[in-house]
């Protein structure tokens, strides 16, 4: 008898906390996004290796690529203030990525993501150029998500397709 209560005390443990060790393993197994100056990249958090998902690749296959690292989009829309024509909008949490008839043209985030050099929102202008001793201070660029690196400590930080410019 005691066999038999001991199984089931064991099978109710496993069915209790097996969910949250499936969900640990999954977050463990998915790939980090990584912010890149030419689209956004997915690095595999055991070897190391990155993919890129350049600007101009199709919506359907960007969000699929982001929905590796980001399970599924969490809203989307259409933005049609853009000087440059409406752009479609679809939403991973706190980052957004943009579409001009149907290809990846842009990202926006908030907070949490960085690129493989240790760029990131919010960074001052001395820690940027620390991080990226080669970036290019002087050319201002089009069409590109802006983040506020640090009012008080300098200049805005644009990511654009070839190029991280400060302005």
């Avoid at 969000?63 to 690292?69: N, P």
């Avoid at 990131?120 to 150029?129: N, P, Q």
């Amino acid at each position: 008898m005691n066999i038999k209560l001991m199984t089931g005390i064991a099978a109710a443990v496993l069915t209790t906390v097996a969910p949250g060790i499936a969900a640990a393993q999954d977050a463990h197994d998915r790939p980090a996004l990584q912010l890149a100056s030419n689209g956004l990249e997915l690095r595999d958090v055991e070897s190391g290796e990155t993919d890129l998902i350049g600007f101009g690749t199709g919506q359907d296959d960007t969000v699929q690529f982001l929905g590796r690292a980001l399970n599924e989009p969490s809203g989307s829309g259409m933005s049609e203030e853009c000087g440059a024509g409406p752009l479609g909008t679809v939403d991973f949490g706190d980052l957004r990525a943009y579409f001009k008839a149907g290809e990846f043209v842009g990202w926006e985030t908030t907070s949490g993501f960085h690129s493989k050099q240790g760029i990131h929102v919010g960074m001052t202008s001395d820690a940027l150029m620390a991080a990226n001793e080669t970036a290019n201070v002087a050319t201002p660029v089009a069409n590109v998500a802006t983040a506020d690196v640090s009012e008080s400590a300098g200049p805005a930080l644009n990511l654009a397709p070839d190029e991280l410019t400060l302005v």
